[in-house]
């Protein structure tokens, strides 16, 4: 049974002959083309078979073109997610990073604008949402919770800032889970689109009485704003799973990076282990492992072994009368010549 809905806009329309054939797609009705004439005329069975087959004939075609974009689009999402898997292990800079996947990004999903988010740094390329309007936005993700998230009117949401949203209208946002307690965001932005809409017949005049003549003949134009380029499916699929790559990859870099500072600070600590603060020579410690490391090297090839020891004449005049911090200074100029004059024997 029709919809109420397309009856009261064939009567307005003054509609006699309706042939309507349906498009469907893994058994499912996937569209339909509608056939209206405003005279009453008999339908042949030949006419409805040529019909159907033609239909099916560019159906077929239809979704054979749809399926090799499909597969074209699903494809460059493998590269690119490749290509971050490849630069998992070598990142050094986030940044870095960022600037080459955002330009790869706008193009495949065709966006305005890229943003990452990460603890508290904010990565931007393209076209993005003012700083003010962008904090507002990832608040209010924050508090709904979602995995992800997608609009086409971004302004319907944000009617305060909708005026700033004209190369930001629609949003799709991906929440990145390495962080539990602060998860970052992966959001994508489409620009504003003009989608314009006909009609046969104007909405408001669908009532009892018929639509005149004149208005039967021609179309009557609408058209949509703040709206962007609909997000389908297989965008949003791809979206996540990239999501889910660079979640991997900022959980990498956050490793390599606490390691690095790990070494880093194990280095420091061994350093004032084993090295005076005020001269920044060896302290006794690391004199003392250093002599016994020589002296089992000795005993176990048989080579000899030499201590020497030095006195500085005078010295306690040097603390006593210029201070601490410039004998210290003067022992450690001291024995850096020293090794420099024995490495050149």
């Avoid at 064939?10 to 006699?16: C, G, I, P, Q, R």
């Avoid at 600037?99 to 990460?118: M, P, R």
């Avoid at 930001?168 to 989608?195: H, M, N, Q, V």
């Avoid at 048989?302 to 306690?316: A, T």
């Amino acid at each position: 049974m029709p919809p109420v809905s397309y009856l009261k806009m064939l009567k307005a329309l003054e509609v006699n002959s309706v042939m309507v054939t349906g498009i469907f797609q893994d058994n499912k009705l996937w569209g339909s083309i509608n056939c209206h004439s405003f005279t009453r005329k008999p339908l042949f069975s030949s006419i409805r078979d040529v019909s159907f087959n033609l239909v099916q004939m560019a159906t077929q075609r239809l979704f054979l073109l749809t399926s090799r974009e499909q597969n074209l689009f699903q494809q460059r999402v493998m590269d690119s997610r490749q290509v971050l898997s490849d630069k998992r292990e070598r990142l050094t800079e986030l940044a870095e990073m960022f600037a080459d996947y955002a330009a790869d990004g706008c193009e495949l999903f065709c966006t305005s604008g890229v943003v990452l988010v990460f603890d508290d740094d904010v990565f931007t390329h393209g076209k993005s949402p003012a700083s003010q309007a962008l904090e507002k936005i990832i608040t209010w993700l924050v508090e709904q919770k979602k995995a992800y998230f997608y609009t086409e009117s971004l302004g319907s949401l944000f009617p305060e800032i909708a005026e700033q949203l004209s190369d930001c209208c629609g949003l799709l946002a991906i929440s990145l889970p390495y962080d539990k307690l602060r998860p970052g965001w992966l959001l994508l932005f489409r620009p504003e689109a003009t989608i314009e809409i006909k009609w046969a017949v104007r909405p408001e005049n669908l009532t009892e009485k018929n639509a005149s003549q004149s208005e039967q003949s021609s179309y009557w134009s609408e058209i949509v704003r703040g709206e962007s380029q609909p997000w389908t499916r297989i965008e949003r699929q791809a979206a996540m799973d990239l999501g889910e790559d660079l979640a991997v990859v900022i959980a990498v870099y956050q490793i390599n990076k606490l390691n690095q500072r790990f070494l880093e600070t194990n280095q420091r600590l061994e350093q004032l282990a084993h090295t005076d603060t005020l001269t920044q020579i060896w302290n006794r410690y690391r004199m003392e492992l250093a002599i016994d490391a020589e002296v089992a090297a000795s005993l176990r090839y048989g080579r000899p072994c030499s201590l020497l020891l030095f006195d500085i004449d005078h010295f306690k005049q040097i603390n006593d009368n210029f201070g601490h911090d410039l004998g210290g200074c003067c022992v450690g100029r001291y024995c850096l010549g020293s090794e420099n004059a024995a490495q050149s024997q």
